[in-house]
């Protein structure tokens, strides 16, 4: 089955770190554009960051220089590091696969909290 | 970046009625590149609409999709009592970031 599973999310205190991870299966995480979407209790969606096939990584003005996209080959894993935590990153966190053309695949989603 | 525009930001309606959702970028978008997702409470988002106006694979055909340039539209023919939701549009402009309207909520009326 074709499928990512997030994890890693929880509560966490302003200023600290958190990396998140997003399993999948079914298919090559390093043969896809595989992204993270956030967000925020009661609000929209929100891009955060895309690594490409060819490795190039992208971030939203909001994370750039805190959070860091990676992923293992041999694990079929991305991850999300995020540092420097603010209440303002409280949210869901997706793992989102685009297609050259939409979000085809998204996970479930890992909650982070930023309180103290 | 491209600012996704949606109205309107709640619409109030009952079952069986016409529901038209419209999304406006802030320049003109490639209509392969827009989509429209429909969220429901604890659930992730879920793709109805691509290329502005192609259905997703089991998506029913009272949903529909319309426009260009810089103005689109989601229809929903005749509401249907799982339709009441959040819906979303979002676009990708060749590089990014990708970005997403603010979402128009059906709700009952």
């Known amino acids: 089955e074709v499928q990512v599973v997030e994890s890693g999310g929880g509560l966490i205190q302003p200023g600290g770190s958190l990396r998140l991870s997003c399993a999948a299966s079914g298919f090559t995480v390093s043969s896809n554009y595989m992204n993270w979407v956030r967000q925020a209790p009661g609000k929209g969606l929100e891009w955060v960051s895309v690594i490409f096939s060819g490795g190039n990584t992208y971030y939203a003005d909001s994370v750039k220089g805190r959070f860091t996209i990676s992923r293992d080959n041999s694990k079929n894993t991305l991850y999300l590091q995020m540092n420097s935590l603010r209440a303002e990153d409280t949210a869901v966190y997706y793992c989102?696969?685009?297609?050259?053309?939409?979000?085809?695949?998204w996970g479930r989603g890992t909650l982070v909290t930023v309180s103290p | 970046e491209i600012v996704l525009t949606q109205s309107p930001s709640t619409l109030s309606l009952s079952p069986g009625e016409r529901a038209t959702l419209s999304c406006r970028a802030s320049?003109?978008?490639?209509?392969?590149?827009l989509a429209w997702y429909q969220q429901k409470p604890g659930q992730a988002p879920r793709l109805l609409i691509y290329?502005?106006?192609s259905r997703a694979t089991g998506i029913p055909d009272r949903f529909s999709g319309s426009g260009s340039g810089t103005d689109f539209t989601l229809t929903i023919s005749r509401l249907e009592p799982e339709d009441f939701a959040v819906y979303y549009c979002?676009?990708?402009?060749?590089?990014?970031?990708?970005?997403f309207g603010q979402g128009t909520k059906v709700e009952i009326q």
């Open positions: 979002q676009q990708y402009d060749s590089s990014p970031p990708w970005t």
């Open positions: 290329g502005a106006s």
């Open positions: 320049q003109s978008v490639s209509s392969s590149y």
């Open positions: 989102a696969r685009w297609n050259f053309w939409y979000f085809d695949l």
